[in-house]
C-alpha cells in the first residue's frame, strides 16, 4: 500500500519571502503522480502542481515548483515571493496508473501554511 | 469553468437518522470519487466510479454506508443510521479517464451529527 508523509504540521512565512513544504512517499509502483493540492479555509480543494513519476523534470507554476527526488521518495513543494492568498492547507497526494486511468489519491496528513503581512 | 456541484453544502443530523449527500461531476468525466476528510487530515477515499460501476469501496463502511451513480453522471451517498463519529467533510471529485487524470474536487459536504 502507498503512504504519503507530511512531516510539518504547520509553517508560517512572511510575505514575499520563499517556503518549502516537505513530503515523502512510499511506493512499489514505477507508473505513478504526484500532486500538490490547495485547501485554503471553508473553500474547495484545488490542484496547485502535478509532477509525473516517469519525468525528471521538476514541475513549475508561475511561483510554484517541486524538487522530484524519485530514488529518495521525496517530492517537496517551493512557494516563492509567498502571498497572503496563499495561506491554506497543503496536502500532498500520489495515485498509480492503471491502464483504465488513476486510481485513487492517497493523501498525506496536510501542512497548514500561514502567510503573514 | 465547469465544476464540480456538491448538495447540501452543511447538513446537521441527529443521530441514527438518515442523511444523504448529492455529487454532479463535470460533464464528460467517467470518474467520480467520494472521499471522507476528518478534521485536520487529509482525505480518504469511500468509493470510486468508474460510470456507473463501484470501482474500489473497500473502505466504505458498508454496514451503514451506500452510493449509487445509476446512470452513470451524478452521484448520491448515504448514510443510515448516521452515528457520532460520521461527523466529517465529505468530498466529491471527477476526474477523466486519459491524461492528465487530474481530479477536481467540489466544495464538500460538512456534515455533523448530534
Known amino acids: 500500500a502507498q503512504t504519503v508523509t507530511q512531516s510539518q504540521p504547520e509553517m508560517s512565512v512572511q510575505e514575499a519571502e520563499t517556503v518549502t513544504l516537505s513530503c515523502t512517499y512510499d511506493t512499489s509502483e514505477s507508473n505513478y503522480y504526484l500532486f500538490w493540492y490547495k485547501q485554503p479555509p471553508s473553500r474547495q480543494m484545488i490542484l496547485v502542481i502535478r509532477q509525473e513519476a516517469y519525468k525528471q523534470q521538476n514541475a513549475t507554476e508561475n511561483r510554484f515548483s517541486v524538487n522530484f527526488q524519485k530514488a529518495a521518495k521525496s517530492f517537496s513543494l517551493k512557494i516563492s515571493d509567498s502571498q497572503l492568498g496563499d495561506t491554506a492547507m497543503y496536502f500532498c497526494?500520489?495515485?498509480?496508473?492503471?491502464?483504465?486511468?488513476?486510481?485513487?489519491?492517497?493523501f498525506g496528513k496536510g501542512t497548514k501554511l500561514t502567510v503573514n503581512p | 469553468e465547469a465544476e464540480v456541484a456538491q448538495s447540501p453544502r452543511y447538513k446537521i443530523t441527529e443521530k441514527s437518522q438518515a442523511v444523504a449527500f448529492w455529487c454532479d461531476p463535470i460533464s464528460g468525466h467517467a470518474t467520480l470519487y467520494w472521499y471522507r476528510q476528518i478534521l485536520g487530515q487529509g482525505p480518504e477515499l469511500l468509493v470510486q466510479?468508474?460510470?456507473?460501476?463501484?470501482?474500489?469501496d473497500s473502505q466504505l463502511p458498508k454496514d451503514r454506508f451506500s452510493a449509487e451513480r445509476l446512470k452513470g453522471v451524478d452521484s448520491t451517498l448515504k448514510i443510515q443510521p448516521a452515528e457520532l463519529g460520521d461527523s466529517a467533510m465529505y468530498l466529491c471529485?471527477?476526474?477523466?479517464?486519459?491524461?492528465?487524470?487530474?481530479?477536481?474536487f467540489g466544495p464538500g459536504t460538512r456534515l455533523t451529527v448530534t
Open positions: 466510479f468508474q460510470d456507473e460501476s463501484v470501482v474500489d
Open positions: 497526494a500520489f495515485t498509480r496508473l492503471t491502464q483504465g486511468g488513476s486510481e485513487k489519491l492517497v
Open positions: 471529485a471527477s476526474s477523466r479517464t486519459i491524461f492528465p487524470y487530474e481530479q477536481y
